[in-house]
């Protein structure tokens, strides 16, 4: 292909753009920009902000393919976007998210194509990153919310599993950013917004590693039936709960291995290139 692939990952708050290389089960990312976004304001603004993200990424290149990774629901095919009540994105709510940039950036729109996030962030790791060699594997992200994909053979989905049965609830009250705040409250008393705070603030270490094992056993009894009912032979993990994954993976680990069935546990190593490129790997692998 010689018309430069942009990738790009698209967030409720955020948006990254970059010009992606492949070649061979390898990838180098190039004019890396990233911006805040507000959008929960109204679409012309939406579309042009991102706009401007992805044209400082392409830089001099007017005529370019775009992959783009974005949340859900979503019609990706169509490339109209299905958020709604969710205050973020709500002025695009059955707009055609690919006609307007296309308008915007003065491209076909046919050199647009949209994925799921969680999908593109397995599918870069699976070509270039730390889900290589495996033809079964799910892809977790830890964050603010769930996100999950699962891979068979080259057919990458999304996993769909936040909603999942899990503990009288759903995975995602379990294993996102709000069950560290509410659990380090409830159990301590302490006031943390997010899990960064665990380390900057001035928190006994025996609490901090009560709260991080507990989470990791919590993850090793969501993953363990999906590991065996799919035969996965690893897990891809990513978001920014993975950064600190030293604290609570060797529970997880553990759980599994106790359950007899100790498959890897990848932490990501492309971080926020993965999507990108995976949102760019559907020009090259249909």
């Avoid at 690893?234 to 993976?249: D, P, Q, R, T």
Wanted: proline residues 3%; glycine residues 12%.
């Amino acid at each position: 292909m010689n018309k430069p692939l942009i990738g790009v990952d698209i967030g409720g708050s955020h948006i990254s753009a970059a010009q992606v290389a492949l070649d061979d089960y390898s990838a180098s990312i190039h004019q890396f920009f990233e911006a805040d976004v507000n959008t929960y304001g109204e679409k012309g603004k939406i579309i042009s902000s991102w706009s401007e993200v992805i044209k400082q990424a392409a830089g001099s290149n007017n005529d370019f393919y775009l992959g783009i990774a974005m949340p859900g629901p979503f019609d990706y095919d169509k490339g109209i976007s299905l958020i709604k009540d969710q205050g973020k994105m709500a002025t695009l709510y059955k707009q055609s998210v690919k006609d307007l940039l296309a308008k915007e950036l003065g491209i076909i729109k046919d050199r647009i194509l949209f994925s799921n996030d969680a999908e593109a962030f397995l599918k870069g790791e699976s070509y270039a990153g730390a889900g290589r060699g495996y033809d079964n594997s799910i892809g977790i992200t830890l964050g603010t919310g769930l996100g999950s994909s699962i891979k068979i053979n080259e057919v990458v989905k999304d996993g769909k599993l936040w909603t999942a049965p899990f503990r009288g609830g759903i995975a995602e009250d379990f294993l996102g950013t709000s069950w560290f705040v509410s659990y380090a409250k409830d159990q301590y008393g302490l006031q943390i917004n997010g899990v960064k705070d665990l380390f900057t603030q001035k928190i006994d270490s025996g609490i901090v590693e009560n709260i991080f094992s507990t989470f990791g056993r919590s993850l090793g009894e969501f993953l363990f039936p999906y590991l065996i009912r799919l035969k996965s032979e690893a897990v891809v993990l990513g978001g920014k709960i993975s950064l600190a994954s030293e604290f609570y993976l060797p529970t997880t680990f553990q759980y599994l291995e106790t359950m007899g069935y100790p498959v890897p546990i990848k932490v990501s190593e492309l971080g926020e290139k993965s999507a990108l490129i995976g949102a760019c790997l559907p020009f090259i692998k249909p």
